[in-house]
């Protein structure tokens, strides 16, 4: 089964920026689609993102539109998640999941997801 690692978080001052890596633990990474998920303490996961095999198609959440971007290298395994203009509301433990296949009606469902990471944390505080 493919197992995911998180790497990238960390401490950051509002409207700073942090790229996510998702780093799959092998080439079959390519057949699945990747989303990424936050949980804020207290609160439930949601769907932040989430791309398709080849990349040609990405989603996001109405919060994450316009200042993330995602982005996959097949070649080396990867799946990235560039943020910008960082919130104190995007607070929260960011963790990369795969599926065999999103569109725009399900791709923020946790439910739809069958491997996890263990995440990793962003901050965003002054």
């Known amino acids: 089964q493919l197992q995911l690692v998180e790497s990238g978080g960390g401490l950051v001052q509002p409207g700073g920026s942090l790229t996510l890596t998702c780093t799959g633990s092998d080439r079959t990474m390519s057949s699945y689609a990747i989303g990424w998920f936050r949980q804020a303490p207290g609160k439930e996961r949601e769907g932040v993102s989430a791309?398709?095999?080849?990349?040609?198609?990405?989603f996001y959440s109405r919060s994450a539109k316009g200042r993330f971007t995602i982005s996959r290298d097949n070649a080396k395994n990867t799946v990235f998640l560039q943020m910008n203009d960082l919130r104190p509301e995007d607070t929260g433990s960011y963790s990369c999941?795969?599926?065999?296949?999103?569109?725009?009606?399900?791709?923020?469902?946790?439910?739809?997801?069958?491997?996890w990471g263990q995440g990793t944390q962003v901050t965003v505080s002054s």
């Open positions: 791309i398709n095999l080849n990349g040609q198609r990405t």
């Open positions: 999941a795969s599926t065999s296949w999103v569109d725009g009606s399900v791709w923020y469902l946790v439910d739809v997801f069958d491997s």
